[in-house]
């Protein structure tokens, strides 16, 4: 029976299935994949830069459209069972928040192209009143044909940058959009390297609370 318990504790977490790409991250402590100074509560802290990157660079190498999940290999045994809950749910809200961060940005993206293009639109309409006035006040010639042509170029690019932001800008932040949607839904499962019982869960998140650890650490210095 204590074999069975044994196996069992190797993993935890949510089931993998077959038909997802699986992203694998090898770490000797869960604090290692978050942000060692944000003070935020477990479920709301940010990863680490590194893992992020990580994670996201994996990701990407993965098709679109298939189902994503992560494993942790842990290089300890198993701590609280709690533990592979928490950081689903701390990894889930934190691309959750990138996805919500990254549609506000789109959002905010569409309405300076939307201000862009009208006054865009407005600006070349003045280009090419101003360039049909000054042909009609003076003669035709080379002069006047440059000035109404180099009227209308200066209308024309002022619509550079509203074209650019409808037809360009926008694609790249919808596919992160996805992408962190994905990331922030995906099954979690960690794998534990060893199976016997040891302490060393309590000094790894998120066992020991990030004021305590602080605490440790200024006591340690103090010291």
Known sequence: MAQVDEVQRASAGDEIPGACRVIEIRVAELRQLFNSIDPSPFQ????????????????KDLPREAPLALVVHLERAAGRSD??????????????????????????????????????????AA???????????????????????????VGWVAMWRPLEVFLYDWWPIRTEVALFDRLSKMPVCINYRDTVATDAWRSDWPAVPAGDMLGEGREMSAH
Do not use: C, K, M, N
């Not at 680490?48 to 994996?58: G, M, N, T, V």
């Not at 592979?84 to 789109?106: K, M, N, T």
């Not at 090419?128 to 170029?153: H, K, P």
């Open 44 to 59: 709301e802290r940010d990863l680490d830069p590194r893992a992020e990157e990580f994670i996201l660079d994996w990701s």
């Open 83 to 124: 533990e592979a809950a928490v950081l689903r749910d701390a990894i889930h809200e934190f691309f959750g928040q990138r996805a919500a961060g990254s549609r506000r940005r789109l959002r905010e993206l569409f309405h300076r192209g939307r201000i862009s293009l009208l006054i865009a639109v407005a600006f070349l």
């Open 127 to 153: 280009s090419i009143a101003i360039g049909d006035a000054v042909a009609s006040y003076l003669a035709e010639g080379r002069v006047t044909q440059v000035l109404r042509e180099g009227l209308l170029i």
